[in-house]
């Protein structure tokens, strides 16, 4: 579990890797690992076994309430407090103002952004890859929010030599964001692009006041001693960034 430095007193945050000393075997070799995804025919008994390891990691620091759920790339934003819901919350963004909970994004090369404001009583975590990022899933987040977040963290996500896309996704962003032509670079394939998703969310949050945006530095495709890319393998599993208030 690796914490992000920085922050307000009292926030956590951090993202999972493959390593983890109680990680399970498995049989299959592209679950090897930590994996945190029951929708990727791993055995639900070992994920949730890794989920609950997560749980105990985080009790340490009064964690009590751990939230996770079923992303679908869209730019569905949900505040969870209190709430026990019984079905699972569907949407690519959560927020809270509740202390000792433990907001979770699953991503195998999609961005997870985290955000947070100033005085550490508010956080939000979410699920960003290029169709949420153009669709408005930052945008959404920052109008569910209470406050005003003054921070945001980048977790791993596949880096721009590694990305490649189609004209069609330069033009949702630049159609938008007229100025994000700089984060499209040509692909040595004819009418293909390589796409800076880590540029793409910092332009987004900086035009949204949020001058403090940390990490943004690790790729998921290349680093495969630490992180899943289903880019690299589409039957790998999944990492989880998370943020709490103690």
């Known amino acids: 579990m690796h914490l992000v430095e920085g922050l307000p007193e009292g926030v956590f945050v951090g993202q999972t890797q493959i390593e983890h000393p109680k990680a399970l075997a498995s049989e299959i ?3 090897a690992g930590f994996n945190l995804a029951l929708h990727v025919q791993d055995d639900p008994r070992r994920v949730q076994q890794h989920r609950m390891s997560l749980l105990n990691d985080f009790a340490e620091f009064g964690v009590n309430k751990i939230t996770w759920m079923t992303q679908t790339h869209s730019t569905i934003c949900h505040t969870i407090n209190d709430e026990m819901p019984f079905d699972a919350l569907i949407g690519d963004g959560l927020v809270t103002q509740q202390k000792a909970h433990a907001l979770m ?9 985290v955000l947070g404001n100033a005085s550490g009583t508010e956080v939000a975590n979410l699920h960003a890859g290029w169709r949420g990022l153009a669709g408005g899933i930052i945008e959404n987040t920052l109008a569910e929010m ?11 996500a596949i880096s721009q030599p590694c990305f490649e896309v189609g004209a069609e996704v330069k033009q949702a962003f630049c ?11 040509h692909s040595k394939n004819v009418g293909k692009f390589q796409a800076d998703l880590y540029e793409i969310a910092r332009y987004i949050l900086n035009q949204h006041g949020i001058e403090k945006v940390l990490g943004g530095d690790q790729c998921s495709y290349r680093q495969a001693e630490h992180y899943y890319s289903y880019r690299r393998n589409p039957k790998a599993g999944r990492m989880a960034t998370f943020v709490f208030m103690r």
């Open 146 to 156: 209470q406050t005003a977040p003054t921070w945001a963290w980048l977790g791993a």
């Open 29 to 31: 070799s592209e679950l």
């Open 105 to 113: 994004m699953m991503t195998a090369d999609c961005l997870p952004v």
């Open 175 to 185: 159609e938008k964001y007229p100025k994000l032509e700089s984060a499209f670079e």
